[in-house]
């Protein structure tokens, strides 16, 4: 069974700081996609990872794959207040996407 | 351009009644899916069209559920004799392999079944 599963389910971090959000699955696949879901409101894509070893960054977060490891890590520079959200990671199989149970962002001032 | 579109946002009905969820995908999209979210979790696939035929249907938990998108572009997601436990935000999404398989989600139509 294709199993999606991110750690931590919830973080709590202040303003300024670092920290890495997880995303193992269970078989192997060369594509990754992160999203991004503000409350009330539906999923935005931020990131695609196409290949082993692909990093890509946009402003405070930086994403990148290990296809071997079956590993993607979703990191966080700096946290500021507006990066709070629930974050979500997706592995395509099949004719579906299928996603993580999400990590709860909270950035505290 | 205009995004993904559903309708309603939201949905009160009762337990047994009949109810229709509609999506307008991206033009130009021709894969459209549906995704079923409920509190606290990730989305849950339910179906999957590639122009008007149904390609996947393989998440729809019972046949109380059904989709159509009779004409490639719009689809309606259909559920029979509602119960409590269908009460979730359904989600649809469109994509294009012009864009890396990137799913572009729609804001969603709240339904709660009381």
């Known amino acids: 069974e294709l199993k999606v599963e991110q750690n931590p389910l919830f973080l709590s971090m202040q303003e300024g700081k670092n920290y890495t959000i997880y995303c193992n699955y269970s078989?192997?696949?060369?594509?990754l996609y992160w999203y991004r879901q503000d409350p009330g409101k539906s999923l935005e894509s931020l990131f695609v990872?196409?290949?082993?070893?692909a990093v890509k960054q946009e402003g405070r977060l930086m994403a990148s794959l290990d296809t071997k490891a079956r590993l993607s890590t979703l990191h966080i520079t700096a946290a500021v207040h507006d990066l709070s959200a629930t974050y979500f990671c997706?592995?395509?199989?099949?004719?579906?996407?299928?996603f993580g149970t999400g990590t709860s962002l909270t950035v505290i001032p | 351009g205009a995004g993904v579109s559903q309708t309603p946002s939201n949905k009160v009905t009762e337990k047994g009644k009949y109810v229709e969820l509609r999506c307008d995908p991206i033009?130009?999209?021709?894969?459209l899916y549906w995704y079923r979210q409920s509190l606290g979790q990730g989305p849950e696939f339910l179906i999957y069209?590639?122009?008007?035929?149904?390609?996947?249907d393989s998440g729809l938990p019972n046949d109380r559920f059904f989709a159509v998108r009779p004409e490639g572009s719009v689809s309606t997601l259909k559920i029979q004799r509602t119960e409590r436990g269908d009460s979730a935000v359904y989600l649809c999404?469109?994509?294009?392999?012009?864009?890396?398989?990137?799913?572009?989600f729609g804001p969603g139509t709240r339904l709660t079944v009381t």
């Open positions: 999404a469109s994509s294009s392999t012009r864009t890396s398989g990137v799913f572009y």
């Open positions: 033009s130009g999209h021709t894969a």
């Open positions: 078989t192997t696949s060369d594509r």
């Open positions: 069209f590639q122009g008007t035929g149904a390609a996947d």
């Open positions: 990872l196409l290949s082993n070893g």
């Open positions: 997706a592995r395509p199989g099949g004719n579906q996407f299928y």
